[in-house]
């Protein structure tokens, strides 16, 4: 008896944590605190179903109970059996008729919703003024396009507020998944096809994230640095969006300071190649052209000087099975800090 107690500790501790901990979390990655209309309606979806679940998991428990307690053995009474209910027309409709009324009130709602979200009309007329963003999930970065503004972008997602936005996803090389939890479900990028909806960011409630930044996930294990697949979601209202193209377009490399030049003119021996510094330009790496306005470096480590330099340093301890490892001859410390001051410098007002 005595070798069990050790277990039943953990088992609590594990239950305790396990409540506590389910309330972490952020508001701008939580799917139960939607920004907008599409994880509203998700959310909804949700609370629906668990709402159905607990009600049948409450009455089939105390049938359950009720019919132990009332037809169990009783000393005395070991020839006994309760009256036999097999074939009885009556139960045999009640159970089959509650799970189909439940099943109706879930599919409503389900196939109403799933064909609302799937709606991409707009997007694919000839002339369309939704805004559009082709999503390139790449190993392990993010590829975002406006075709219709002609300009490109990555790891930072910039979208204007109480809009639809719609989205047309694709992967490089494997498969990925694109998510942000505040704002809606999950999409798979495929090499294949693209897969395609539309999330809406609601200005009100987007001031919740700091700087109404709001954080993206890769949701397809992908490979080593899967968990580090992260983008970050810039939401402005319409005009400041729009302003945001202009200064894109006009964007222009600049090195202002004599560290800045030597950074440059290493960068466009050993970068330029993979990574575009110009708003209109694809390419096999993200696009830097407004590197220095993003949060993070390689997505998901504070962009500082002394980060950007580990990065440059040592992308594979970085980033696990990243793309740039071995794409340059290694630097040394004063090249590094000649690139980190060029890069942080690629800023779009
Ligand atoms: Cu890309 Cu996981």
């Known amino acids: 008896m005595k070798k069990w107690l050790p277990n039943w500790r953990?088992?609590?501790?594990?239950?305790?944590?396990?409540l506590f901990l389910a309330g972490c979390g952020k508001p701008f990655l939580s799917t139960l605190q939607p920004v907008g209309e599409v994880a509203d309606m998700q959310k909804s979806l949700i609370l629906l179903s668990s709402a159905i679940m607990i009600l049948v998991v409450v009455v089939v428990s105390i049938i359950f109970v009720y019919v132990v307690v009332k037809f169990?053995?009783?000393d005395g009474e070991e020839e006994r059996i309760p009256k036999q209910v097999e074939g009885s027309h009556k139960l045999e409709i009640t159970w089959t008729v509650i799970p189909i009324l439940l099943l109706l009130i879930l599919a409503v709602p389900t196939v109403s919703y799933t064909f609302q979200l799937a709606d991409v009309k707009e997007m694919e007329k000839e002339e369309t003024d939704a805004l559009v963003v082709n999503v390139t999930a790449h190993l392990y970065w993010w590829e975002f396009e406006y075709p219709n503004q002609e300009v490109v972008t990555s790891q930072d997602l910039y979208v204007p507020t109480d809009e639809k936005v719609y989205f047309n996803l694709k992967a490089s090389d494997v498969k990925h998944s694109f998510w942000i939890p505040s704002a809606g479900g999950k999409m798979?990028?495929?090499?294949?096809?693209?897969?395609?909806?539309?999330?809406?960011?609601?200005?009100k409630r987007v001031g919740q994230a700091p700087e109404e930044l709001f954080y993206g996930k890769c949701a397809e294990l992908c490979g080593p640095s899967h968990a580090l697949m992260d983008f970050k979601v810039k939401t402005l209202p319409r005009d400041e969006f729009d302003q945001w193209i202009e200064n894109m377009k006009n964007a222009e490399p600049t090195a202002e300071t004599e560290l800045a030049q030597a950074g440059e003119?290493?960068?466009e021996q050993s970068c330029i190649t993979c990574h575009a510094v110009s708003a209109d330009?694809?390419?096999?790496?993200?696009?830097?052209?407004?590197?220095?306005?993003?949060q993070m470096v390689a997505g998901h480590k504070a962009n500082t000087p002394e980060n950007l330099a580990d990065w440059l340093e040592d992308p594979e301890t970085f980033k696990p099975g990243n793309k740039m490892t071995g794409a340059y001859d290694e630097l040394k410390p004063n090249e590094i800090e000649a690139l980190v001051e060029y890069l942080s410098g690629l800023k779009v007002e």
């Open 10 to 18: 953990i088992l609590s501790l594990f239950s305790v944590m396990t």
């Open 72 to 74: 169990r053995q009783r």
């Open 188 to 203: 798979d990028t495929n090499t294949d096809n693209e897969n395609k909806f539309w999330l809406e960011f609601d200005s």
């Open 265 to 267: 003119e290493i960068f």
């Open 281 to 294: 330009q694809k390419g096999v790496a993200p696009n830097l052209t407004n590197f220095g306005n993003r």
